[in-house]
């Protein structure tokens, strides 16, 4: 509570440093404050206990999985604030309005992650969506990103509406949104339970796939990518990606007397649909935000083996969030450097730029070599814990789907390393990157790396 507190206030007050004209300082005290908020958030942690003491009504339920996922959500919010002032350099009159969008789409996601009720949860998700359909379309005068927008919106609405009616349908048949509640009701009376619980079950399943773009729920996603500013692309691609499936595996694990084998088999069916074409798909694309837009929506397919073992999971899947999330920022910190300035995110961009850039490009294949799962990043070790997990609980289909499904990311992934190495840039112009991505880009992948040389950082946690 104390965590979703701070944030909300911080939200605040960058609003009202915009009123006082101290427009100058926003950005250093959002990254003050959020760093101050990592720092609660990782002292609640090893304390555990909350500096506030939760509220009767048992809104904000505080667990060591919420926590990791309210640190990792924090980290992703000081990497992608830190980038904002160079991004929105030729708008600056408008960075209060964009640091505030994205400091409440934090708190949107730390609710979503922490929810004690599923009211507060669908406070947290429309916080959230709404934060991320106005950022989407903030480039006004572009129409791609107006389309985007409008796709993200009617998408995201037509979602949420899922996920409401599901919910009214499960508190008609529990009598509370309390998750406690729900858990003990849906548990004692799992062979008397209304019809409507089942339906509201699946309503709130499809709702969450829509917003994960888990096929064949995602054909939004790589026209809401493209279009949307790659800033935005980033934090959508990360933070509301790794949110969402976090949020989709929390409600899995308190509806659990949902999961019929019917429900299991198709969960399984779709995980490997969604591996399958979002790994096929990329392979022909040549921009590169709709490449990691499919690239993206196949990591949410391997986020999704965690699914079949929400016992004992919640390690791997933090782990894999933290992995997928940290190379994402690097990939796309190297992207908005090299493509700064120009009209489209084609590939043809990155030709010639280990002569250019190499740091960046380093940087750039390292981040593509974790999301392949090549080791010592931390992408190898991400895939095999939800491998492992899947094995125990008796899918090796899925593990050998997902085996087959890394060895094609390999081949789009190294394609544009192999683009950046041996081909030759199509202009002499010289490339300058800000050193506000490139320390991005560094830091991110560093903390990759780290989770890749010790996994007991996470992997090790009492989730």
Not at 331 to 354: H, P, Q, T, Y
Not at 422 to 428: A, G, P, Q, Y
Request: proline share 3%; aromatic share 12%.
């Amino acid at each position: 509570m104390s965590t979703l507190i701070a944030i909300s206030v911080l939200g605040i007050i960058v609003l009202l440093l915009e009123i006082f004209n101290l427009r100058k300082s926003i950005v250093p005290i959002t990254l003050l404050g959020l760093i101050a908020v990592l720092g609660m958030a990782v002292t609640e942690f090893y304390l555990g206990e909350t500096f506030i003491a939760p509220d009767k009504y048992n809104m904000i339920v505080t667990s060591g999985f919420s926590q990791g996922f309210t640190i990792l959500f924090v980290i992703l919010a000081i990497l992608i604030v830190a980038m904002s002032p160079k991004f929105y350099q030729e708008q600056s009159y408008k960075i209060a309005d964009y640091v505030s969008l994205k400091i409440f789409m934090l708190a949107g996601a730390v609710a979503m992650i922490s929810f004690g009720n599923f009211a507060m949860f669908f406070v947290g998700l429309e916080v959230l969506s709404i934060a991320a359909y106005t950022l989407a379309a903030s480039d006004a005068k572009t129409l791609r990103s107006n389309e985007a927008g409008m796709k993200y919106f009617i998408m995201g609405a037509f979602a949420s509406s899922f996920i409401l009616f599901g919910l009214a349908l499960i508190y008609g048949a529990t009598g509370s949104f309390d998750i406690a509640t729900v858990t003990s009701v849906s548990v004692a009376q799992a062979s008397t339970l209304p019809i409507w619980f089942n339906v509201g079950f699946v309503m709130v399943a499809v709702g969450m796939m829509f917003k994960a773009s888990i096929v064949p729920f995602h054909f939004w996603a790589p026209d809401v990518y493209e279009g949307s500013p790659t800033l935005v692309t980033t934090i959508m691609s990360t933070l509301v990606k790794v949110a969402a499936l976090g949020a989709f595996f929390k409600i899995l694990s308190i509806l659990s007397v949902g999961i019929t084998p019917a429900f299991e088999t198709v969960l399984v069916v779709l995980t490997i649909l969604t591996l399958t074409v979002g790994n096929v798909t990329a392979l022909k694309q040549k921009n590169i935000k709709r490449m990691m837009a499919y690239s993206g929506i196949s990591h949410a397919g391997f986020m999704m083996i965690s699914f079949v073992a929400l016992g004992s999971a919640s390690n791997a899947i933090l782990y894999y969030a933290a992995a997928y999330s940290f190379a994402g920022v690097a990939a796309f910190a190297v992207i908005m450097g090299v493509c700064r300035g120009k009209d489209n995110e084609d590939i043809s961009n990155f030709f010639g730029l280990v002569k250019k850039q190499p740091v960046m490009a380093v940087i750039l294949i390292c981040a593509l070599l974790s999301l392949s799962g090549i080791p010592i990043f931390a992408g190898f070790f991400a895939k095999l814990f939800v491998f492992s997990e899947a094995i125990k609980a008796g899918h090796l289909i899925l593990v050998i789907f997902g085996v087959l499904n890394s060895a094609v990311a390999v081949f789009y992934y190294l394609s544009v390393g192999n683009a950046m190495v041996t081909k030759e840039s199509e202009t002499d112009e010289v490339l300058r990157i800000p050193y506000e991505y490139k320390a991005v880009a560094l830091i991110a992948i560093t903390l990759n790396i780290l989770l890749g040389i010790f996994p007991s950082i996470i992997m090790g946690l009492s989730l």
